[in-house]
């Protein structure tokens, strides 16, 4: 629970970061800690995590509302303890209840991978399950030979959302993250053609390192979004290139189903993947793959053989 009052929807935005308060408009929140013991954290603006725990328990679904949020940018950061060395960062929030991910939503990707472009976007789920931290390992699974790297924009949301127009979605949107939507493509495409089952094995989920505030990022329709694999640069791309874009995906999704705060989207990924490639490259245990997205940083993970 909560230790803080909350105050009134603006009143954070009068504290200067110059005079020792966060900006509300450029929080980035973290979860530091081994699996299972993540404190939440605030990162500030020469990348050192401050401890919030003294603050507010964890950063759950309570933690994304306007009012919640607003209230961590007034905490002085120098009631907030600078954490000490180089913790494990983990998901930056807890309390996930679905992680939904939408298809062939870049339109070189979909080129790539010679399908036809959506009429709507295509949907489909990823078991929680999966989730890890951002530089945790990737564990190949069992039988999985075609695992593959998908860079991906994610949409945290932070407000009930059911119905609504594309008008509304920014009010119910907390932040975005980085996503790396790890897939296994036989199980996706040759065991019955069920993206679910390619998608949510143990670890294919890594989110993070931070939950970065909507307000933080100026157009999240022009953010360059990459990959790499052991150094070799694959996907380069710009979330400009989207089939349907941030508005469009959160609107879509709340005419079927409603959309509580925790909620996470995984938004596509652009041209670049292995599977797409001239024989195609699959990842293999040792492989290092990094992530990232303009603003919101980068995830590196190491490729680790199935136990």
Request: charged share 20%; with cysteine; proline share 7%.
């Amino acid at each position: 629970m909560s230790k803080f009052k909350l105050t009134g929807a603006l009143a954070a935005c009068v504290f200067l970061f110059a005079a020792g308060f966060v900006n509300s408009a450029e929080i980035k929140l973290v979860r530091f800690g081994p699996v299972g013991e993540e404190k939440p954290g605030l990162v500030d603006a020469q990348v050192q995590i401050h401890d919030l725990s003294g603050h507010i328990a964890d950063i759950t679904p309570e933690t994304l509302s306007d009012a919640a949020l607003e209230q961590i940018a007034q905490i002085p950061l120098s009631q907030l303890p600078v954490v000490q060395g180089s913790p494990r960062i983990g998901v930056p929030l807890t309390g996930i209840g679905k992680i939904i991910a939408i298809g062939f939503n870049y339109v070189n990707h979909a080129a790539e991978m010679a399908v036809e472009l959506p009429t709507e976007p295509l949907v489909f789920m990823k078991a929680t399950s999966a989730l890890t931290g951002p530089f945790d390992q990737i564990i190949q699974p069992r039988n999985g030979l075609k695992l593959d790297y998908e860079s991906e924009l994610v949409i945290v949301i932070g407000k009930r959302a059911q119905y609504i127009s594309e008008d509304e979605v920014f009010e119910h949107i907390a932040g975005f993250t980085v996503g790396h939507d790890v897939s296994e493509r036989a199980f996706q495409r040759e065991r019955g053609g069920q993206f679910t089952k390619g998608k949510s094995a143990d670890t294919f989920a890594p989110v993070g390192p931070y939950l970065v505030t909507r307000d933080n990022i100026a157009d999240v329709q022009n953010l360059s979004i990459w990959s790499e694999v052991n150094g070799e640069m694959r996907q380069q791309g710009n979330t400009a290139d989207m089939v349907f874009g941030v508005k469009e995906i959160v609107s879509h999704l709340s005419q079927f189903m409603t959309l509580y705060p925790g909620d996470i989207i995984f938004t596509g990924t652009p041209a670049g993947v292995g599977d797409g490639m001239v024989p195609p490259q699959y990842l293999t245990p040792g492989d290092v793959v990094r992530v990232g997205i303009q603003g919101l940083e980068s995830q590196r993970q190491v490729i680790a053989p199935p136990r």
